[in-house]
T-cell receptor
């Protein structure tokens, strides 16, 4: 398997623009997680899905953030409008039915100017 | 509520020396515990996990960790450091039942000196 695929790997945008991050989980994995990593706050769980259904979105910072999983092989994290404080590395991870192991993607480095 | 504390944001060891990275957890219910490694510009990779079986857990690359309930610790060790071990290491905890929410520590950056 190719592992968890994220796109784009790097995104530079201006404040106020919409940003969409994409993730393709490993085939057969039932759980998908979105994380944000910053120097100040470390690795934070934003939201996770089970069988395409959002289970816990308590980590989503505010209404500007939204995540969807329309099918088992694709998820998006959208920020609208983006702000400089959203600059971070965003990771997607997936895990099988017994999620004792998360498999992380390479991350998307987002810079909002 | 659960939490993880990693003591020491930076650790330096000489090549060939013992590696010891500390992790203490807080959990009101039986936990599952994990160590992940992150190399520069990459995602996290699982090193090892404790899921209520053997308390001494062996992982990849010669690493191991011991779950000590009385000390609420899950320290990561490796007998002999290699230059390729230089990376950032994260300890994580989640409940053994219920939510699949993982809580990560703040990370320890390991430097290996030649």
């Amino acid at each position: 398997d190719a592992g968890v695929i994220q796109s784009p790997r790097h995104e530079v945008t201006e404040m106020g623009q919409e940003v969409t991050l994409r993730c393709k989980p490993i085939s057969g994995h039932d759980y998908l997680f979105w994380y944000r990593q910053t120097m100040m706050r470390g690795l934070e769980l934003l939201i996770y899905f089970n069988n395409n259904v959002p289970i816990d979105d308590s980590g989503m910072p505010e209404d500007r953030f939204s995540a969807k999983m329309p099918n088992a092989s694709f998820s998006t994290l959208k920020i609208q409008p983006s702000e400089p404080r959203d600059s971070a590395v965003y990771f997607c991870a997936s895990s099988p039915d017994r999620p004792y192991e998360q498999y992380f993607g390479p991350g998307t480095r987002l810079t909002v100017t | 509520a659960q939490s993880v504390t990693q003591l020491g944001s930076h650790v330096s060891v000489s090549e060939g020396a013992l590696v010891l990275l500390r992790c203490n957890y807080s959990s009101s219910v039986p936990p599952y515990l994990f160590w992940y490694v992150q190399y520069p510009n990459q995602g996290l990779q699982l090193l090892l996990k404790y899921t209520s079986a053997a308390t001494l857990v062996k992982g990849i690359n010669g690493f191991e960790a011991e779950f000590k309930k009385s000390e609420t610790s899950f320290h990561l060790t490796k007998p002999s450091a290699h230059m390729s071990d230089a990376a950032e290491y994260f300890c994580a905890v989640r409940r053994a039942s219920g939510t699949y929410k993982y809580i990560f520590g703040t990370g320890t950056r390991l430097k290996v000196l030649a």
